[in-house]
């Protein structure tokens, strides 16, 4: 390698090809050679055949039919008896060959074009009534073109739910996005299956519902990528008292996190915002039908279901039908369209919200129920004259006593 490279710059300096032959003790053809090689000179081994080459027609016959396919598993159906360690370099030096390519485009959003949806789960429980800690879902809406976040946690992840967070997140924006874009959220539907309600929401908003193809992140990189950031950016070092002091907390987190340049647009979010709106569908002039919503005939327990858990009903309704309808933040109980019973929404799972007021007319209702009941004054009790019967037979006083 020395050799070389002093041949090369004697030669550039002008030295004459056999001065430099005698000077170094080689012969001037090395010179030539030296002189015209484009690189320096290297020991390249001549390929031999190894022990894999046997194996390896039926080493591919078998990634071309599962790519992911173990080496291990390879060489016990082919009978490898070598190295394991050697077996596996071939395997993988093989997989790239065999395996499908899925080439990603890069994507360009125009203004008011889409919403990327995700539900995001903090990695912390949250306190809820009873005393215990859960992990909720947080929905989380990603205007593809302006990156504004908009997000908020919710109870469960039912469609119920989901379609009453989204409503709330749109009513904040202002406007309707174009395309909702979703990753098969089972409670927003799988493949071409909608869950119920999603369709009559989607008509409602004029708005398209995008459900993804597996293996599809790019579509939805932008909203995954702000979980992640929302894990190390915003969680580290909090503490939550409620779901609503987590939704208070974040939301104020987010009004300066939308603030901030986002390499990739180089601009902040609340900049691009007004344009991205602008193209946006305005809301509907009729509210999307929305939350539970089940009519049933009150029973005895006064009592009606919502999300697993109960909540007491005025029992002066026992026996009647009545109109259940819950959101986010209050269950309501209407009976011929009046409203007869109202409490806030529980989070916690399987328990019984009590009024007071329910159980103390409930308790006047059972003590009239058990009195005994009394004629109405001034009222016939059925006891009738023995002698009216006879004289609708038409009997004497003497016949009747016979």
Known sequence: MEDWALIRRLAAEGTPHAAIARRLGVSRTTVVKAVASQGPPGYVRTPAE?????????????????PDLPATVIAERLGWTGSITWFRENVKRLRPEVRPVDPADRITWEAGDAAQCDLWFPPKRIPLEDG???????????????????????????TEDLLLGMWQLLQLLGRVPRRLI??????IGRGQQRSVGVPAFMGTLATKLVLLKPRDPESKGIVERRNGWFETSFMPDREFASPADFNTQFTGWLEDANQRTVRTTKARPTDRLEQDRAAMLPLPPVPPVTGWANQVRLGRDYYVRVASNDYSVDPSWIGRLVDVHADLERVQVRAQGRLVTEHPRVWARGLTVTDPDHVAIAARLRHDFQQPRRPPSGVDELLRDLADYDRAFGLTSEEAGR
Request: zero cysteines; proline letters at 6%.
């Open 132 to 158: 215990t800690g859960s992990l909720l879902p947080v929905l989380v809406m990603t205007l593809a073109y302006s990156r504004f976040v908009l997000a908020r946690m919710i109870p469960t992840r039912t």
């Open 50 to 66: 190894t022990s894999f080459v046997v194996f390896e027609p039926r080493v591919r016959a078998l990634l071309k039919e599962n």
């Open 182 to 187: 979703w990753d098969n959220e089972r409670g």
